[in-house]
């Protein structure tokens, strides 16, 4: 299918965005890569009246090393991680990459497309919650930065205003001892289920086990799906943390 008639606006600026934003109000929203909203514009599960292309908007496509941090911006793509030398501090963030997508997917999806879409088993909104990441964004009310952990709030659902944007991520500290390990039904598709570890801050983080990335902790209230009992669920959790224990320990 093709989607529904929209109108075009490619802004050049964050406040050129913001603007647009504020003025064409619930009928507009922002495109980046296009890797999810285009699918779901086809599918017609989304039907904006107007769609702001960001990607042109300047600097926003920067990964910046700013002492124990790393900042990266909305714009950045999946690809670009993948190839840059982020050295062994925050290497694993490129090596997550290869579990999002294929390559033409990568080249053209962004760090902060994939963190507004919010899917619970995307390998950026692993990324963000095990790391203990700050989601950054602007609006009329200027710029804040929420945690991970309160930016992800349900199913596809985040603490985003619909009249903000998110500029960039910021890493805090270093994560030289962090993998991350998934187990998808074929090479390419979103995880049943993936395991993130980081062994210095004694964290771990699930994706495909409830409607948000989920810090390991208490007890796991897993439920059967079609194809997917609760209990074969459980075992690739343990599976594949243990994997990336592993995987981890080994760097
Ligand atoms: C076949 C296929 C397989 C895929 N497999 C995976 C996978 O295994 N793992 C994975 O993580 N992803 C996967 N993806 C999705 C891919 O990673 C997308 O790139 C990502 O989800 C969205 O990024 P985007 O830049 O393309 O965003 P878009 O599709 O342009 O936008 C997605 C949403 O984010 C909003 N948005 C975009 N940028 C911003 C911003 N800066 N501020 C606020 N809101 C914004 C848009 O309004 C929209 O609601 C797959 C996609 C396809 C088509």
Not at 29 to 34: D, Q, S
Not at 98 to 116: E, K, M, N, Q
Not at 136 to 145: L, S
Not at 202 to 218: E, F, M, N, Y
């Amino acid at each position: 299918m093709k989607p529904a008639a929209f109108t075009y606006h490619r802004p050049g600026s964050v406040i050129g965005a913001l603007d647009l934003l504020e003025e064409l109000g619930d009928g507009a929203k922002l495109i980046a890569g296009g890797q999810s909203l285009v699918a779901m514009m086809n599918f017609r599960l989304a039907r904006p009246e107007h769609l702001i292309d960001i990607r042109k908007v300047p600097g926003l496509d920067q990964i910046v090393r700013d002492g124990d941090r790393l900042r990266i911006g909305a714009l950045v793509t999946h690809h670009a991680v993948e190839t840059a030398d982020l050295g062994p501090d925050f290497a694993v963030l490129s090596r997550t990459m290869r579990w999002v997508g294929h390559l033409p997917i990568r080249t053209r999806g962004t760090v902060g497309g994939s963190i507004a879409h919010a899917d619970a088993t995307a390998e950026w909104c692993l990324l963000a919650v095990l790391l203990e990441a700050l989601i950054v964004v602007e609006g009329p009310a200027g710029r804040r930065e929420i945690p991970a952990e309160e930016f992800f709030v349900g199913v596809f659902t985040t603490a985003l205003e619909p009249d903000e944007l998110i500029v960039e991520v910021i890493f805090p500290r270093p994560a030289p001892r962090a993998a991350l390990t998934e187990f998808a039904e074929r090479q390419g598709d979103f995880a049943i289920v993936a395991a993130a570890v980081d062994l210095d801050a004694d964290r771990v983080v699930l994706g495909g086990v409830g409607p948000t990335p989920v810090v390991a902790g208490g007890e796991l209230e897993l439920r059967d799906a079609p194809g997917v009992s609760a209990h074969y669920r459980r075992g690739l959790v343990n599976t594949l943390v243990e994997r990336a224990r592993e995987e981890a320990a080994a760097l």
